[in-house]
């Protein structure tokens, strides 16, 4: 029989996904998590009533989050990852040439543990032995690094929307960025989402402008995401060198949205994001 799961992606807009069974429902420290299975696009994992990923489109979205900046990057080895429970971003990075070490700081070990059980397509690289897994507050996390020696060459951050009291809200702050700063290695990408620009405009509006302000280099670049509100969704980079319009080496593996094209078209910018992200050249604001 089934049922509809349905989102306000904003109080004027919900989205519905019609729905086979629950395979889960729990609720952790952190958050309500349900795990279903939906009739078009497969198994989805949805935490405080936001759809978070689908097995069905979460291809587009892991692999323009991990090889944007890390075929941008000239020699990406170290990379951070926060957030990132359901699996998908770390098989990406960890498909990239070069990476030798991911460490993924995840706050909920529950989010992990469901993904591991439901998610089998996001979580098979979660065994890699260049994997590190840290259950623990990102924003906590990047301080300490901060502080300390074991810098990072790319830092990702794939966590949930900053709305509401849940725990990415610090995330999407400039004391974060500052903290991103000191945790990066020379020549360091930080990349971080930045929602869907219909719904949430201020966030792509308040992070590229103070990612602008921080990092020498901030370009943002986007993608079309069937199951995330209005398609088009927006990722903010701050880069202490590499230029990330152009990628600087190819995808030796297979992808099935990454080409080279495509990085380079995601920086182009309709007039209406380019309006939100503020005056720049090639998608990208320099300081
Ligand atoms: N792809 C999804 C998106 O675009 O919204 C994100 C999916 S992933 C499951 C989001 C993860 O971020 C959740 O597992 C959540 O627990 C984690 N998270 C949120 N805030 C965090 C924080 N401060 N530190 C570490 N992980 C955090």
């Not at 509809?4 to 904003?10: K, L, R, V």
């Not at 059980?117 to 690289?125: A, C, D, I, K, V």
């Not at 610090?170 to 290695?185: C, E, M, V």
Request: with cysteine; net charge negative; proline share 9%.
């Amino acid at each position: 029989m089934g049922f509809w799961f349905e989102e306000a992606a904003s109080p004027g807009h919900r989205l519905q996904w019609k729905v086979i069974r629950e395979l889960y429902s729990g609720t952790s420290d952190f958050q309500n998590i349900h795990i279903v299975e939906t009739e078009e696009f497969g198994v989805a994992m949805i935490l405080d009533e936001i759809m978070q990923t689908t097995a069905g489109d979460e291809f587009i979205y892991h692999e323009m989050l991990a090889s944007v900046p890390l075929l941008s990057h000239p020699h990406p080895s170290r990379v951070l990852i926060i957030g990132g429970g359901d699996g998908g971003l770390a098989r990406e990075v960890l498909k990239v040439p070069g990476v030798d070490t991911v460490v993924m700081v995840e706050i909920d070990p529950l989010v992990i543990e469901v993904a591991r059980r439901f998610l089998p397509g996001h979580t098979q690289s979660l065994n890699d032995p260049r994997l590190t897994i840290q259950c623990e507050d990102g924003a906590a996390y990047v301080r300490a690094t901060a502080h300390s020696r074991d810098k990072f060459d790319v830092i990702l951050v794939d966590s949930t929307d900053p709305e509401g009291d849940g725990p990415g809200q610090f995330l999407y702050t400039p004391a974060f960025h500052t903290d991103i700063l000191g945790a990066l290695s020379p020549g360091g990408i930080y990349v971080q989402h930045t929602g869907a620009p219909f719904y949430n405009p201020e966030v792509l509006t308040d992070v590229s402008r103070d990612v602008a302000r921080q990092f020498p280099i901030c370009q943002v670049y986007w993608c079309a995401i069937p199951t995330y509100p209005g398609g088009i969704f927006t990722f903010t980079a701050g880069s202490l060198g590499p230029d990330l319009t152009h990628p600087q080496r190819t995808a030796p593996y297979p992808t099935r949205y990454y080409t080279p094209a495509i990085h380079a078209a995601a920086f182009v910018l309709p007039p209406f994001l380019q309006e939100l992200v503020g005056p720049s050249k090639d998608g990208g604001t320099r300081a």
